[in-house]
C-alpha cells in the first residue's frame, strides 16, 4: 500500500513563506505525476501544483510566480515551496500520486492526509 505523508504545514503572516514535503512509501519514479491540492473552507479541493515522472510542472494560475514544485528523487520527496503567501492561499493542502496500473490499464489514485496552511494578515 502506498503511503504519502505531508508535513510543513503552519500559521504564516500574508507575504511569508512555507515550504510542505510529501514523503513517499515507494519511489516517486514509479508514480505518473506528483500532485498538490488544496481545499479551502466551503470551496472544491483544486489543483494548486503537479510535477511528472520526466519533470514536467505545471501551476494553478493563482500560484504562478509564487509557489515552486520540486522532488528530491533520493529522499522519495516532493516538495511545495511556497512564497508571497497570501490569505486566500489558506487551506489544507494534500499530496496526491497517481500512477497507470493493471490489465485492462486503471488509473489508481493515493492521497496524504492533508496539512494545513493558514495565512494572517
Known amino acids: 500500500q502506498v503511503q504519502l505523508v505531508e508535513s510543513g504545514g503552519g500559521l504564516v503572516q500574508t507575504g511569508g513563506s512555507l515550504r510542505l514535503s510529501c514523503a513517499a512509501s515507494r519511489s516517486i519514479f514509479s508514480f505518473n505525476a506528483m500532485v498538490w491540492y488544496r481545499q479551502a473552507p466551503g470551496k472544491q479541493r483544486e489543483s494548486v501544483a503537479h510535477i511528472t515522472s520526466g519533470g514536467s510542472t505545471n501551476y494553478a494560475d493563482s500560484v504562478k510566480g509564487r509557489f515552486t514544485i520540486s522532488r528530491d528523487n533520493t529522499k522519495n520527496t516532493v516538495y511545495l515551496q511556497m512564497n508571497s503567501l497570501k490569505l486566500e492561499d489558506t487551506a489544507v493542502y494534500y499530496c496526491?500520486?497517481?500512477?497507470?496500473?493493471?490489465?485492462?490499464?486503471?488509473?489508481?489514485?493515493?492521497w496524504g492526509q492533508g496539512t494545513q496552511v493558514t495565512v494572517s494578515s
Open positions: 496526491n500520486a497517481w500512477r497507470v496500473i493493471g490489465l485492462p490499464p486503471g488509473r489508481s489514485d493515493y
